[in-house]
């Protein structure tokens, strides 16, 4: 007889036994995939995380990517897109499906451009495209920009706005090109190649706005390497958003994160180069004067013995000529007193014959006062010329540096060979020239007083 069940039962799984089983089965199975597909249903949560569906003519399936994998993603996931994700195959326990854990996502193709990027890249770095030595500055100051971009879109826009905020009255020129897809990298090369003949350009920028690795790919060309590298005006390259680069950012004499920045590395503002000539100027004024109290100071040091020199010189000068007025004034009186004797000579001839005693007496009274008068006057003036050239001798001989540096008297310089007159212009530490009458001091102020007894100076101890 027949038993109504079978002696041994098939296992019985709970759902989250059977859930748990499938998971395991999964993720040991496909711990690394690459699965490619349509994106769809694409949205990113508040929490950071990205949520879609990988699909194709038959089948889709469900794709996370978590917040610290979704911060490095090369490509964002968007509808519509083709792409290919890496990742992991386990189960959603809560909903009992089974999904892809995203870690990677690129574009479909992007493997294979990439590997094309780095092949020409390392062809063109052996070549020395990319070495610094090649590179060119940028003139400081052009007037004249071409640029080579697309004549549509907010990069144009941008970049004038830019370059008319910063320096009105620059001559700019455009010469439109396609930036993407069939045919852009020879339209750009044309630019590049425009530019470098016709000697107008100061300097070039080239660039387009930001996208992915398919749109710049115009950049990465090898033609648009060629002519930058030919160009005889710097360029400057502004491709894409500051985390992109392409081949033509290494050729480039200068690489601008946006064609924003472009146009603010090669413009400087106004303001700023106004500001640069005033510093320049202050600069040059510090050092004309710090070159002229070094002019002075080594005046000063070979002119205090021309100068004594001088004085001594001036006042023998001054005696010679004293000595000049005194002898034309004794001839002069003795010239007077000869005249004066040939009168009187004459008149007593006349006299001899004549009994004429009483004139004679008068005459002889007037001669002897006349000569009473003119001899006390000129002593008197002879004293006073002579005391005159005393008194300038002697002002002369004051006024000399020698002299005052004979009495005692010292010069005291600063560092700069400046002359100190006050406690004000020093200060503690600070190294003196002292000059004397014969040689000159070292010295360094300790302490100093200002005309009220307070301390101007303290020596810092401790």
């Avoid at 920028?205 to 005889?232: H, K, P, T, Y």
Wanted: proline share 4%; with cysteine; charged share 25%.
């Amino acid at each position: 007889m027949n038993e109504p069940f079978p002696s041994s039962r098939p296992r019985v799984y709970s759902v989250t036994s059977l859930t748990e089983a499938l998971k395991s089965l999964l993720a040991g199975n496909f711990p690394d995939v690459r699965v490619q597909g349509e994106v769809s249903n694409a949205l990113n949560a508040r929490s950071g995380h990205w949520y879609f569906t990988l699909k194709d003519e038959r089948a889709e399936i469900s794709c996370v990517c978590f917040r610290q994998d979704a911060a490095y993603l090369r490509a964002k996931p968007k509808d519509g897109l083709a792409v290919v994700a890496r990742g992991r195959i386990s189960v959603y326990e809560k909903k009992g499906a089974y999904q892809l854990y995203v870690n990677a996502l690129e574009l479909l193709g992007t493997g294979a451009l990439q590997e094309q990027f780095e092949r020409l890249k390392a062809r063109l770095s052996e070549e020395g495209l990319f070495d610094e030595e090649r590179k060119r500055p940028l003139p400081p100051l052009p007037r004249r920009i071409g640029i080579v971009t697309s004549q549509s879109g907010a990069v144009i826009a941008d970049m004038l706005k830019v370059l008319e905020r910063r320096h009105r009255g620059l001559h700019i020129r455009l010469f439109p090109v396609a930036v993407q897809g069939h045919g852009a990298a020879q339209q750009i090369a044309e630019g590049l190649r425009y530019f470098s003949e016709q000697p107008w350009a100061d300097v070039v920028i080239v660039g387009r706005g930001g996208g992915s690795l398919e749109d710049l790919w115009a950049f990465n060309e090898e033609v648009v390497a060629r002519a930058i590298a030919a160009s005889a005006v710097p360029v400057v390259s502004a491709v894409g958003h500051q985390t992109d680069y392409t081949i033509a950012d290494f050729v480039a004499d200068l690489r601008a994160p946006t064609p924003s920045a472009a146009a603010e590395l090669v413009v400087p503002e106004a303001e700023a180069i106004l500001q640069k000539l005033v510093d320049s100027e202050g600069r040059l004024a510090r050092a004309m004067q710090a070159e002229l109290a070094k002019l002075k100071a080594r005046v000063l040091e070979s002119g205090l013995h021309r100068a004594a020199r001088n004085v001594e010189h001036r006042v023998g000068q001054a005696g010679q000529r004293l000595d000049e007025a005194l002898q034309r004034l004794h001839e002069a009186e003795r010239g007077r007193l000869s005249v004066g004797r040939s009168r009187l000579e004459k008149i007593e001839r006349r006299l001899a014959g004549m009994d004429l005693r009483v004139s004679l007496a008068r005459q002889s009274q007037k001669l002897g006062e006349l000569s009473q008068r003119l001899f006390p006057a000129m002593r008197r003036a002879l004293e006073r010329r002579s005391h005159s050239l005393e008194s300038l001798q002697v002002r002369l001989q004051g006024l000399s540096p020698v002299a005052i540096l004979e009495r005692g008297y010292a010069i005291v310089q600063d560092a700069d060979g400046a002359a100190v007159r006050g406690t004000g212009q020093v200060e503690v530490g600070d190294p003196l020239l002292v000059r004397l009458h014969r040689g000159r001091l070292e010295v360094r102020v300790e302490d100093a007083e200002d005309d009220t007894g307070g301390s101007a100076a303290s020596r810092n101890e401790g």
